[in-house]
């Protein structure tokens, strides 16, 4: 369920004990059989080398390309290529790339040539996926015997292209971060003949502000798709005329009502239209005061948010605007350092931190990052956060600790996603596709 993730460090140590050569001779033949398997057509193969043994996996790769017959130079003159491959920088780079260096990055990105990128794309920092400058922007990447950081994090994500793992006889090693995969939904429980509603998982989402009510509702039928038994929604006063007409499996109960809720509930998911009002900061500072429910804490909730005791049950899924706040930062800044970003704000409020993303990184204090690969342009619309936020709490109701319970809703919510037409789609189309992926 979990693939590994390398940083530089921890493939240079894979590599220890091992011939370099022969694992040059090993990637330059990967690279030159993607080449000539992707492109059988192309004529001229610029090869971009750098110095160090990046740039010898180029070269090998060129070399072999000419065995085969091709045109392929070992060049930094791109323009007119039918395919270029970036042997520029590979594991070892970090920073910015010196200015004949960024000069050819920007050659290469304006060439207009596919790219095959050799580990890594030059200018990627392979432990992070940050770039602090000039980056070459690959069609593919052939990184070698496991997927690196940089490949998986944005913005580094974006650079990659499609990724393509090639094995060069080295043995795995264990990580600190690692790749979700679809295998993680095993670990949801399914329901038992046995069971009641209650004990196949009791949610409450608290929220749905007048103007809002929406967001509670998307999060509520959510979390009944992603199989809850029971799930009540509490919202004010003014709102449940709307939200009775709007759902029909879930109980209604308004903020005044919410302690006898919470008391039947496993699991609180707060902040979907919350608003930000006197009420609604009191509720929540109450709904945190109280019990010892596991809980998801998004959107409004997260306004000005300080920690508590109740980190270490709590899973908080803020996007990279909502982190920023919390942090002190800008969103920039968190939208060019998102590992670090999500390991910080675990590490503030002691809790699970769900960054969302195309690259949603689920980090918990202490412990390595995990990463979701959506795959899903189309959640980029309202409403998926709040799906997402249901989806959350129906897993931490049926019993999964917050790491994984974080981990395998975004998983849920991608797949779930995915397997939609992205154009136009809405985020209820999320929810209604969940049953087929948990399936």
Not at 100 to 108: K, L, Q, S, W
Not at 197 to 202: D, F, L, P, W
Not at 325 to 352: D, K, M, Q, Y
Not at 385 to 400: E, M, Q, R, S
Request: with cysteine.
């Amino acid at each position: 369920m979990l693939e590994p993730l390398y940083t530089a460090e921890e493939a240079r140590r894979a590599e220890e004990g091992h011939d370099v050569g022969e694992l040059m001779e090993r990637a330059g033949l990967a690279v030159a059989r993607e080449v000539a398997h992707r492109f059988p057509q192309a004529r001229r193969i610029a090869v971009v080398c750098g110095g160090g043994s990046n740039g010898g996996d180029g070269r090998i790769a060129a070399r072999i390309l000419r065995e085969q017959g091709r045109d392929a130079a070992e060049t930094t003159d791109v323009e007119g290529a039918d395919v270029i491959v970036d042997a520029l920088f590979g594991t070892g780079f970090r920073g910015e790339p010196r200015p004949d260096a960024a000069a050819v990055i920007e050659r290469i990105n304006a060439a207009g040539a596919p790219v095959v990128a050799v580990d890594v794309p030059s200018g990627v920092d392979a432990s992070s996926g940050e770039i602090a400058r000039e980056a070459v922007r690959a069609t593919v990447t052939v990184t070698f015997h496991g997927r690196k950081v940089g490949l998986a994090v944005a913005p580094g994500l974006f650079y990659a292209g499609e990724v393509v793992v090639a094995d060069i006889g080295l043995s795995r090693l264990e990580t600190e971060h690692a790749l979700v995969t679809r295998d993680i939904l095993k670990l949801v429980p399914r329901k038992r003949p046995e069971e009641s509603k209650y004990s196949a998982g009791a949610v409450l989402v608290a929220g749905g502000a007048p103007g809002m009510t929406g967001a509670v509702c998307l999060a509520a039928m959510a979390a009944f798709r992603a199989d809850a038994g029971y799930v009540a929604v509490a919202v004010p006063e003014a709102s449940l005329p709307v939200v009775e007409a709007k759902l029909l499996e879930p109980v209604k109960v308004t903020w005044a009502d919410i302690a006898r809720a919470a008391d039947k509930a496993d699991a609180l998911a707060i902040g979907p239209g919350l608003g930000r009002d006197a009420a609604a900061q009191e509720l929540r500072a109450n709904l945190l005061a109280a019990g010892d429910h596991r809980l998801v804490l998004d959107a409004d909730a997260l306004h000005g948010l300080e920690p508590g005791d109740w980190g270490e049950r709590a899973v908080l899924t803020p996007h990279a605007g909502e982190l920023g706040r919390l942090l002190g930062e800008e969103s920039a800044w968190v939208t060019a350092h998102r590992l670090e970003a999500a390991r910080r704000g675990a590490e503030r409020f002691g809790c699970v931190c769900l960054l969302k993303g195309a690259d949603t990184i689920v980090a918990a204090p202490g412990q390595g990052a995990l990463v979701v690969l959506a795959d899903a342009p189309g959640l980029a619309t309202a409403g998926t956060g709040d799906v997402l936020t249901g989806v959350v709490a129906a897993f931490l109701a049926k019993g999964l600790e917050p790491r994984r319970a974080a981990a395998a809703g975004a998983a849920a919510h991608a797949l779930a996603a995915h397997a939609l037409p992205q154009r136009g789609l809405v985020a209820g189309d999320v929810v209604d596709s969940l049953p087929r992926v948990l399936a």
